[in-house]
């Protein structure tokens, strides 16, 4: 949990409420009124060091903004409200109208971002170069998607593996996750206890012997791929997550044009190279093995077959119905269903057709 910050004389002269939308004149009163009490006008100009009409002002907004009121004559002063119920109401205010701003961002974002079709060809691609650009582009292009965000992870990988936090802020709002990853991500513990957390939020993952690249799409809208793959796989892994870790001295020893490279990414708009990318992405995936998260928390592929159901796997792909090989199983409908439901999970099918196959590519049959 982070900790707060002391309440230090200088922060309580100004600064506390700025992110609310008091100014600092407006704080610099409204301290004074909870310091040293309500005060008259007259009072407020001598504490504020203000005009007559400048402090006026003020204390009108901290009436209007409803940090202060005033009392009646004829012992006119002006009493501050409660922080505890002040600041609540400006918070909550604030945050009403950013969900204002919220809703209306897709009417922005119709008249900046044109259809593909009205496109030029040196907009449909975009670079980004260095590595806080590409890691802000990568967040970028997750916040853009409304229904599914796809990625390949692909070696080098940072030496310890962070936890996206934007993913886990998309997975709560409904969209969907599918990731691929290389076999080398599950010999670093850090990563896997990364990959761990997302699966439990709902990402689908998989795991494959080789990824080709760094990939990441959002929708049929905008993709993120590198321009060159580090070759720092040690001394320090390049992760469009985190910072390049590794020895200070050998980072600041390194070609300069080099690193330019290794640190510049591609958007790709709505085109031809996108769905090429999407394409990628889908064979990668369906050529993938499923990944889990254990009941002991563990990453890995699900549990071995039992023989029972390597018997359903063989009957079905006989083209038995459910109703013939539970009475050849010895067993009840429901637990064949159950049992084909657990298969095409464990195979990542999602049908029994694909599923026939996909048991023949993993070996179960």
């Given amino acids: 949990m982070p900790q707060r910050r002391p309440l230090t004389d200088e922060r309580m002269d100004g600064g506390v409420l700025s992110a609310t939308g008091v100014t600092a004149e407006e704080e610099q009163a409204y301290v004074s009124l909870l310091r040293e009490g309500p005060a008259t006008l007259r009072t407020l100009v001598a504490r504020l060091g203000l005009g007559r009409p400048r402090a006026a002002q003020v204390v009108a907004e901290l009436q209007r903004k409803g ?19 002040a600041v609540e109401q400006l918070i909550e205010r604030r945050q009403s109208e950013l969900a204002k701003v919220r809703d209306d961002v897709p009417l922005l974002a119709a008249l900046a971002r ?90 689908q993952a998989r795991l494959a012997a080789t990824v080709p690249t760094k990939l990441a799409v959002a929708d049929h809208a905008l993709a993120l791929l590198p321009l060159s793959l580090s070759p720092r796989s040690r001394d320090g892994a390049h992760d469009w997550a985190g910072d390049t870790l590794g020895d200070p001295a050998q980072n600041a020893a390194r070609d300069p044009v080099q690193d330019t490279a290794q640190d510049t990414a591609v958007l790709v708009h709505p085109c031809g190279l996108l769905e090429a990318l999407i394409a990628l992405f889908d064979s990668v995936w369906t050529a993938a093995s499923p990944l889990v998260v254990t009941a002991a928390g563990e990453v890995g592929a699900p549990g071995e077959l039992t023989e029972l159901d390597r018997s359903l796997l063989s009957l079905l792909v006989a083209g038995l119905t459910d109703e013939a090989a539970a009475v050849r199983l010895r067993v009840s409908r429901r637990t064949v269903v159950r049992r084909v439901q657990h298969l095409m999970i464990a195979a990542g099918a999602r049908s029994r057709l694909q599923l026939g196959w996909r048991a023949k590519e993993l070996g179960w049959l």
């Fill in 114 to 203: 044109p259809e593909p079709t009205q496109r030029r060809t040196e907009e449909l691609i975009e670079i980004v170069q260095g590595r806080a650009a590409v890691q802000h582009a990568f967040a970028q292009v997750q916040r853009a998607a409304r229904s599914e965000v796809r990625v390949l992870d692909a070696p080098p990988y940072a030496a310890e593996g962070g936890i996206n936090e934007v993913e886990l802020s998309q997975l709560a709002a409904g969209v969907a996750y599918r990731g691929v990853y290389a076999e080398e991500a599950l010999a670093t513990p850090d990563l896997i206890r990364s990959i761990a957390q997302h699966l439990a939020a709902g990402e």
């Fill in 67 to 85: 940090l202060a009121h005033r009392t009646p004559a004829p012992h006119e002063a002006y009493v501050p409200v409660p922080p505890h119920v």
